[in-house]
């Protein structure tokens, strides 16, 4: 072969390889034998387990000296690294970008929404590469319904990105977000504005008819700038709220952060409360007594009094850093639930694991804890028994990390290896 020729080689052999772990229209492999150091199953770690994939889907998990080896099987050693489910995102926002870059305003009334979705897409690779292959994403601020095409997308294997629960618009109360400019001027708003039972019912139906997976409604907000946040929607509109969409088959996770925004949601059946910063004993022992677990975006106060020139351990602490640690006290106290999401978009994009590592550092968490809660924990509250887990049958949705997650939440900062429905993303 001339020098010529093995270049040629070589360089088609890389093209490729590219196409087949940055974009997912290579078809997964038929059988895939992974044989990592140890394996954690969404509960449990198993050192010396192997996990066969045959696939989109999981066919065997189990010692590695156990298991059945079809022949024309494909062996992945992944000698010295932890497998694990793909991770979950709890709450993003793949169409915003950190406020530290653009402030909320300026994203919602600046930038175009072809801009919106080109980050978007770049944040969905990022979201995937760093692990997470599920991300439940919780409203498109403003770019209307641009995360139904999005999810498309990705689904299409048009760009690499998690699989996606998306809420597209999600619900305000009429003249109680933002962006506000000046009492004169009407300007485009980060959500769908709604007031009484005739604008709810539509409005959820057409949310919920455009593709949304799950309603997102903002239970209380501040009426300015600088004004504490008060409950918007009554109780009877917030009960009418989460019947419509009960009956259209999807769940409804409110935006709460005081007491009685809380109450009022939990009360009406709202699944996940997403913040709870000003939560106190008695609503957090509500939220238990109803099954409706605390989604605590830990990371996403701690990114915003970090803008405001906050350095942790250096300068004092904010009132709103101490406040949800009170809250996330009263919230454990109470036994209720948590899902695990940071708010990322607040924050950037791949940098997901900032709330797991904060809920350990900061919120007396285990790592065992936050990453079941990531896995099994989050595939349970969202509704997602196909993943999660690694088990039979499940998608072959894994990750793999170097050291071992179970003890130290720094390890999922070490991601080697993603695989998603089979195909693989990323690997060492
Ligand atoms: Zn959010």
Partial sequence: MTLFLRLRKLALAGALLLRGTYLAAQAPAAATLLQPAAVFDGETLHPGWAVLVEGERIRAVGPANQMPIPTGVRIVALPGLTLLPGLIEGHSHLLLHPYNETSWNDQVLLESQA????RATAHAQRTLQAGFTTARDLGTEGADYADVGLKQAIEQGLIPGPRLLIATRALVATGCYGPKLSVDVAVPQGAQEVSGPDEIVRAVREQVGKGADVVKVYADYRLSATGPAV?????????????????????VVAHASTPEGMRRATLAGVETIEHGDGGTPEVFRLMRQRGVALCPTVAAS?????????????????????????????????????????????FAHGDNVRELELLVQEHGLTPLEVLRGATSGNAHLFHLPDRGRVAPNLLADLVAVQGNPTTDVQALRQVQWVMKGGVVYRQP
Avoid: C, H
């Avoid at 801009?115 to 080109?118: E, G, I, M, S, T």
């Avoid at 409950?231 to 419509?244: G, M, R, W």
């Avoid at 640690?325 to 639930?337: H, Y």
């Fill in 115 to 118: 801009l919106r979705v080109a």
């Fill in 231 to 251: 409950p918007t929607f009554s109780q009877d509109e917030l009960n009418l709220l989460v019947t419509t969409a009960r009956s259209l088959g999807k769940p």
């Fill in 302 to 346: 701690d990114a915003i009094s970090q803008y405001r020139g906050w350095r942790r351990g250096q300068s004092p602490e904010p009132e709103r850093i101490t406040q949800k640690r009170q809250s996330m006290q009263a919230a454990r106290k109470a036994g209720v639930a948590l899902a695990i999401g940071g708010d990322v978009g607040v």
